[in-house]
């Protein structure tokens, strides 16, 4: 069977989406695009011969479309999938679901009115060979109980549009995510430290930040941020157990020797760093909806206790304070 995709938000990630739907992925065809630059949407959907539908309510409710993936802005993911679940399609929404936690759990609520999963959110370290690597000798008890992690988080640069909320609402959001999945632990409290700012950001930017936070089991993870290191896309990930410590791989890549020096080149940008991650998670993600399982990928739930992590951090980072995490009490249907 081949399910017909509709993709809103036909930006950098919607693009790299509509040509690995294309290209790589089996079982999917995208058969429309809709984005609120007609001419993006029409040169995205160009990759897939799709049509370009002028709305993405039309699109959602369009024939064709059997399933929605939705790479528009973080803002405006909340009212896209409630419009996704009141049509009872299923939806991949990129990180963030939501970008306010509220909104999260009207997502929560209605997705279990509706009575069966629907959503599933873009957190592709899950699906990351190291990553998964890491999660199944923690869970074999390799390293013993977790008790700290320290993760650094660098991109090359950012845009002028970038604020300093986003380095933990639209970046440090995939290390809440990936960790809360690595420890199965939910956070607790939150504080983010500035240390000196770079010369090279955009003045209004608090960069590089470090975020702390800490576990109901009563870990502590460090979350170095610096979207403007200049030198590479670097994510680095060590959990510290209480036999031993585990580290997340460098991407494989020859090690060349030569002129007194031994080295490896750095990835420079996340669609290289994470290209398999991102084939495998939209692979999983359709051979779920082509075979009526239930889908096993980042939930709502998911969703939603990150953004109230990353709420909590922005909070942190205004106030200088260390700021309580309070999750609502989790539903059965999410267990
Ligand atoms: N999993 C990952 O590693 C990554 C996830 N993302 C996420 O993907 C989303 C998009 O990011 P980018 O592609 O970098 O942004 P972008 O700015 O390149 O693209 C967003 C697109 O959405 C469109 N759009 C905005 N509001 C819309 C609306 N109401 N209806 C229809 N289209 C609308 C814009 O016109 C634009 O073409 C964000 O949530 C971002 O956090 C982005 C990069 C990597
Ligand atoms: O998700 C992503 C972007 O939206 C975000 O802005 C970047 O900082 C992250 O590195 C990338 O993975």
């Given at each position: 069977?081949?399910?017909?995709?509709?993709?809103?938000?036909?930006?950098?990630?919607?693009?790299?989406?509509?040509?690995?739907?294309?290209?790589?992925?089996?079982?999917?065809?995208?058969?429309?695009?809709?984005?609120?630059?007609?001419?993006?949407?029409?040169?995205?959907?160009?990759?897939?011969?799709?049509?370009?539908?002028?709305?993405?309510?039309?699109?959602?409710?369009?024939?064709?479309?059997?399933?929605?993936?939705?790479?528009?802005?973080?803002?405006?993911?909340?009212?896209q999938v409630l419009a996704c679940i009141a049509a009872g399609k299923p939806v991949f929404c990129e990180k963030p679901l939501t970008t306010d936690a509220a909104d999260g759990l009207r997502i929560l609520e209605a997705e279990q009115a509706h009575g069966s999963r629907l959503v599933q959110v873009g957190f592709m370290r899950r699906y990351d060979a190291g990553y998964r690597q890491m999660k199944q000798i923690i869970d074999a008890g390799g390293v013993g109980a977790p008790l700290m992690a320290h993760c650094a988080h660098r991109n090359p640069s950012v845009p002028e549009s970038y604020h300093s909320g986003m380095a933990t609402l639209d970046t440090a959001v995939h290390e809440v995510d990936a960790l809360r999945w690595l420890l199965d632990d939910e956070f607790v409290s939150v504080q983010v430290v500035k240390p000196r700012s770079t010369s090279k950001r955009f003045e209004h930017l608090t960069d590089p930040q470090i975020v702390l936070l800490e576990t109901a089991a009563g870990a502590r993870i460090d979350v170095e941020v610096f979207v403007n290191c200049q030198y590479g896309y670097d994510i680095q990930c060590e959990v510290v157990g209480e036999t031993g410590t585990v580290r997340l791989p460098d991407p494989a890549t020859p090690v060349v020797r030569g002129a007194a020096q031994a080295g490896f080149a750095v990835v420079q940008d996340f669609p290289s760093r994470f290209a398999a991650a991102f084939d495998v998670e939209l692979q999983e993600w359709t051979d779920s909806l082509n075979s009526d399982r239930a889908l096993a990928g980042p939930s709502a739930w998911d969703g939603y206790a990150a953004t109230v992590v990353t709420n909590a951090a922005v909070r942190a980072l205004e106030s200088g304070q260390i700021v309580p995490i309070e999750l609502t009490e989790r539903p059965a249907f999410y267990a």
């Open positions: 069977m081949t399910i017909g995709i509709g993709l809103i938000g036909a930006g950098w990630i919607g693009e790299e989406h509509v040509s690995r739907l294309t290209n790589v992925i089996t079982g999917a065809r995208v058969t429309a695009v809709s984005d609120i630059d007609l001419d993006r949407a029409a040169k995205v959907a160009a990759i897939a011969g799709a049509r370009v539908i002028d709305s993405p309510e039309k699109l959602i409710d369009d024939a064709e479309v059997d399933a929605v993936v939705i790479t528009s802005w973080g803002p405006v993911h909340a009212e």
